[in-house]
């Protein structure tokens, strides 16, 4: 059901969910089919950083070319519904941080990636922006702040506009 309220919300007809919802302190973002649904947080700390990868795993794992993600604290990220209904696919053969065992939680039903979890970063999940309901997020809060593996990126793409571009990995050497 598309609608946008007064407070510039703007929900569009995107899978089978018509639940979503954002407020000023949390949104949801649900898989495609509808049975998992998260709440996030959009303010710090719960909230810890936005960014677009076009590192080679990351094309891989989208099926796409690039993936645009958000990174928010476990203590602030709650399951509304189908935790149960998540499967998991980890492995460590990562293009980020040698040794480091990257977990992927899908929905066994639609197949969408909701979040990543890394042995590197404990105590914080990587979600997708393409996830979330609200769409008007992806431009306001949500909106990536750092572009890296700028280096692997498809070469008509020209990157995000506004945001910060890195060739490599931001986050530390690798
Ligand atoms: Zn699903
Ligand atoms: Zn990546």
Redesign the pocket.
């Known amino acids: 059901m598309a609608s946008t309220t007064s407070s510039g919300s703007r929900f569009l007809l995107a899978?089978q969910a018509e639940d979503g919802w954002s407020n000023e302190n949390e949104a949801t973002a649900t898989?495609?089919?509808?049975?998992?649904q998260l709440v996030f947080p959009l303010k710090a700390p719960g909230l810890v950083d936005t960014f677009i990868c076009n590192c080679a795993d990351c094309h891989k794992l989208t099926a796409s070319m690039f993936a645009s993600n958000f990174t928010v604290l476990d203590s602030h990220l709650r399951h509304h519904r189908?935790e149960e209904?998540l499967t998991q696919y980890a492995q460590s053969k990562t293009v980020i941080s040698k040794g480091n065992t990257m977990t992927n939680f899908f929905?066994?039903?639609?197949?969408?990636l909701m979040y990543r979890r890394g042995t590197g970063f404990p105590g914080a999940s990587i979600l997708r922006i393409g996830t979330v309901d609200d769409f008007n997020l992806m431009d306001t809060v949500l909106k990536p702040r750092i572009e890296q593996f700028v280096k692997d990126r498809a070469a008509w793409l020209s990157g995000g506009e506004g945001v910060e571009q890195c060739a490599g990995y931001f986050y530390g050497s690798n």
């Open positions: 899978g898989c495609f089919c509808g049975a998992v189908g209904n929905c066994k039903t639609c197949g969408s």
